[in-house]
């Protein structure tokens, strides 16, 4: 998993003691996604990806999880890659603590995605990494990681509740290029996490989160590398009535400097240390069967290439669109979903994407991403 989805269940699991707890039960769920996105004539990056997942509560208070993911990617001038993805693995525990909630989770992701890579697929493996494209599966293989993590959440008055966590993520060694023995050392991860939930007149609410993420250093050909660390602040707000329900989205993140070796670039370069985004959905008819209606606003901020190297020689090279240093992306979609008796949801869902390029000349983001997903509860 990436930190980003890593701190995300954490706090999941920070806030989830705000709710009621479910009735045991296994839950299960397949779907599709599709996203293509161009920044002019013959300049474009696909993916299409299949994830299944599963996750069950063993005993009152344990559960464990699984998602594994099969992807394939093409595009102009593109070597095209297929195949599986890291697969997903977690073990969580919660308990009572007086009047908090304490949850440990133990995530792993198992090494089951491609590495070792030809120059050629090492290219089309960035674009995925695009911060632009919003890939729904940013890489296929970034070698083991077991991430231990604790998450505490504490009554802050009526209907109120705060939240912390933290986990440590450990990462493995890996193979970079084909017919390159120098292994690629990723750094290790501190992430914390912290936030407020409240709920509003019952079925609406207000959160409030924060993540921060600490990198060690990476490895590669003898030299080592400071990535910068992460800083997320995020808000949502959920208004809920019978038929109609919104909800605001505000988010922005940012990557702080790193220190990247003079002699030997590290391999990959964050792309887009900025980010900022905001979006406003709005959902009609009941919740057996709704459609929801979504407009909202990506910034990035400037970008950088990424760095290569094959069979010992390093090379240079750039994202394969040639996106604006500055850009303002919008996303217009539609989300219907409905359920089929009481345990089974089918969910869709279409988003178009419109780039406004700051930098003159430069070819606006055009694109789309559609999907489909069904969920079983036994």
């Not at 993916?47 to 997942?53: H, K």
């Not at 009526?158 to 290029?177: K, P």
Request: aromatic share 8%; with cysteine.
């Amino acid at each position: 998993m990436t930190c980003l989805r890593r701190s995300a269940v954490l706090f999941a699991l920070v806030t989830a003691g705000v709710a009621a707890q479910p009735s045991p039960r296994v839950v299960v769920e397949a779907g599709a996604v599709s996203q293509t996105y161009s920044t002019g004539d013959e300049r474009s990056v696909s993916e299409v990806v299949v994830p299944i997942s599963a996750a069950a509560e063993v005993v009152p208070g344990l559960s464990v999880g699984v998602q594994a993911v099969y992807a394939t990617v093409s595009g102009d001038g593109l070597e095209s890659l297929s195949g599986l993805g890291d697969t997903q693995l977690s073990v969580g525990y919660r308990r009572p603590l007086g009047a908090a909630i304490v949850d440990l989770l133990v995530a792993s992701s198992l090494p089951t995605g491609q590495t070792a890579l030809t120059v050629e697929q090492f290219a089309t493996s960035a674009a995925l990494a695009v911060d632009d494209f919003a890939f729904a599966l940013p890489t296929l293989g970034q070698g083991a990681v077991v991430s231990p993590g604790i998450a505490l959440a504490v009554p802050a008055g009526e209907g109120m509740a705060a939240g912390f966590g933290a986990a440590y993520s450990a990462r493995s060694a890996y193979t970079l290029f084909a017919g390159d023995t120098s292994a690629y050392a990723p750094a290790n991860e501190v992430i914390l996490t912290a936030g407020v939930d409240a709920s509003i007149g019952g079925a609406s609410s207000f959160r409030l989160e924060g993540s921060y993420v600490l990198y060690g250093d990476d490895g590669y050909r003898g030299q080592t590398f400071s990535p910068g660390d992460r800083a997320v602040v995020t808000m949502l707000a959920d208004l809920a009535g019978r038929y109609v329900r919104s909800q605001i989205l505000a988010r922005y993140r940012h990557v702080f400097d790193g220190a990247i070796g003079e002699e030997a670039p590290r391999p990959v370069a964050y792309l887009r240390p900025s980010q900022a985004k905001v979006a406003v959905s709005l959902g009609f008819g009941p919740e057996t069967a709704e459609v929801a209606l979504s407009a909202g606003a990506r910034y990035y901020g400037t970008g950088v290439g990424f760095y290569g190297s094959d069979s010992g020689e390093d090379i240079i090279r750039t994202a394969p669109a040639a996106l604006a240093e500055q850009q303002v992306l919008v996303d217009l979609g539609v989300a219907p979903r409905f359920a089929v008796g009481a345990n089974a949801l089918v969910r869709g869902s279409f988003v178009y994407t419109l780039g406004v390029a700051e930098a003159i000349g430069a070819p606006p983001l055009t694109g789309y991403r559609v999907g489909a997903s069904v969920r079983v509860g036994f």
